[in-house]
């Protein structure tokens, strides 16, 4: 059972990506003050260690981060608005580290309150309630309207496409984006089932075998 709740969660989580998180906004939740990045960070600074935030960032990174840490705490030492601003220098630092680790640009602090995507609200809400039913299905609602969505637009402009050129040309890109959306949630679920996982760690290691693999069909 506890099997069946795991692998519910992940792909709840990985259909969450593809349904709501578009490329510009992915790990946006993290550059926000109230976002979990921050809230470790000022967690660090009160109690004066900085292990409570190297998590957020790659190993590599933590050199940097130590040395902004240590700096920050000299620095709050000098007074009330030395240590606003020195706060704010670690926040942003910490953040764009992070960011940059998960391939993500850096844009900034977003205020606290920031507006967030619905299931980045309602994944925190799922980690804190302890139960992933109430994100599973307002995911998978999600993913079932922009199937059906996509799938009436791509199959009203099939029934005309051969009527002539342009008819043809207005299919194509409703086709593609079906298509693709489908594909995405497919893969997305795909990678979060045991059996996909254990076909990858079963497979032999081979270094050329991109080489040999056939190209994808790319629309």
């Known amino acids: 059972m506890k099997r069946n709740q795991m692998k519910t969660a992940a792909i709840a989580l990985s259909l ?4 709501f998180v578009t490329p510009d906004r992915a790990f946006a939740h993290c550059d926000t003050m109230d976002g979990p990045v921050v ?3 000022q967690r660090a600074l009160k109690e004066r260690n900085a292990d409570l935030v190297l998590h957020w960032v790659h190993k590599p990174a933590e050199a940097e981060i130590k040395q902004a840490f240590e700096r ?3 620095v709050r030492e000098l007074g009330e608005k030395a240590k606003e601003l020195a706060d704010q220098y670690f926040f942003e630092t910490l953040v764009r580290v ?4 998960e391939g ?3 844009t900034g602090l977003k205020p606290a309150s920031t507006d967030l995507r ?7 809400k799922a980690l804190e309630s302890g139960s992933v039913e109430k994100l599973v299905e307002q995911v998978t609602d999600e993913a079932a309207a922009g199937i059906r969505k996509r799938f009436a637009a791509a199959h009203e402009k099939k029934a005309h496409a051969g009527h002539n050129v342009e008819a043809g040309r207005a299919f194509v890109p409703a086709y593609v984006e079906y298509v693709h959306y489908a594909e995405g949630l497919h893969c997305a679920m795909g990678g979060a089932t045991d059996q996909q996982a254990g076909d990858r760690e079963a497979a032999p290691a081979n270094k ?3 080489q040999k693999a056939a190209p994808p069909y790319k629309h």
């Open 208 to 210: 050329d075998s991109h």
């Open 16 to 19: 969450t990506a593809v349904v």
């Open 104 to 106: 993500a640009p850096y």
């Open 98 to 101: 992070h960011r940059a680790g």
């Open 39 to 41: 809230k470790a960070a």
């Open 72 to 74: 920050t705490l000299i």
């Open 118 to 124: 619905p299931a980045i609200e309602a994944a925190d």
